[in-house]
């Protein structure tokens, strides 16, 4: 059957409506923990300034941990509601770009296990007192940089996700081919920073991190959009057979 007129049941436009809500979602919880939780109690480079910071917010560093959390439910409701979509246009693919999104996710679990333990260090846990402070606070800190190697370790798998998708959306017809196209290229693009960027970490200056998977994240906040407000395209009904004479 040709991609041009592959269906679109109830289930899948209901699919689409829910990876539409939790891609939105799971944006808006990633800004708010990472831009209006964490970034004003990490300090860059100082891990005693850091470690007051989050002694006297604990709440709001341990709300930003429970926003990671929520993040990767979000991204395993995406993932699932996404393979229901995609899986009529090519099941194995589907299932690749399903497993890759369940990855990244795991590793934002795993980011939520470090910031747990960066405020064990700095909490008054007795077989802690043997240390002095400034070394707890390091090691605090050291635990909490690490949850950007986290990020920069599942990108590639979450640009591998939205290549993947990119091109079965480009397939199917189910949304403009443009915008497909546009997805296409902007992960593909982030797929190749992300492992340049961990074999050559100076790859950094020319390219600021930020230019990875900004193109990326635009593609899912208007495919999410256009899909909640659109909707999945149908195909066109068929012109009805003649009638014989």
């Known amino acids: 059957m040709s991609s041009s007129l592959l269906a679109v049941t109830t289930e899948q436009q209901r699919a689409a409506k829910v990876a539409a809500i939790a891609s939105l979602l799971a944006m ?4 708010f923990a990472n831009y209006g939780l964490l970034s004003s109690l990490i300090v860059p480079g100082k891990a005693a300034e850091t470690a007051r910071n989050i002694l006297a917010h604990e709440q709001a560093f341990r709300v930003a941990i429970t926003c990671f959390l929520l993040y990767s439910v979000n991204v395993v409701v995406l993932l ?26 795991m590793l934002w679990l795993l980011t939520t296990l470090q910031l747990l333990g960066a405020l064990r260090l700095l909490g008054p846990t007795d077989y802690l007192q043997i240390f002095e402070p400034d070394r707890l606070q390091v090691l605090s800190r050291l635990s909490i940089a690490a949850t950007f190697d ?42 190749l920073c992300a492992f340049v960027y961990l074999v050559f970490p100076g790859f950094a200056k020319p390219v600021d991190p930020y230019w990875f998977d ?22 066109p009904p068929s012109d009805p057979a003649p009638v014989a004479r």
């Open 80 to 105: 699932s509601a996404l393979y229901v979509v995609l899986r009529p246009v090519n099941h194995t693919l589907a299932l690749a770009g399903a497993f890759f999104r369940l990855v990244f996710a």
């Open 150 to 191: 986290d990020y920069y370790v599942g990108l590639p798998f979450f640009s591998l996700a939205s290549t993947v998708c990119s091109y079965l959306w480009w397939k199917s017809n189910y949304i403009p081919r443009w915008l497909a196209g546009f997805g296409l290229i902007s992960s593909a693009w982030c797929v």
């Open 214 to 235: 900004s193109a990326m994240a635009i593609f899912e906040l208007v495919l999410s959009l256009w899909i909640l407000f659109k909707g999945l395209k149908a195909p």
């Open 28 to 31: 808006a919880i990633v800004v």
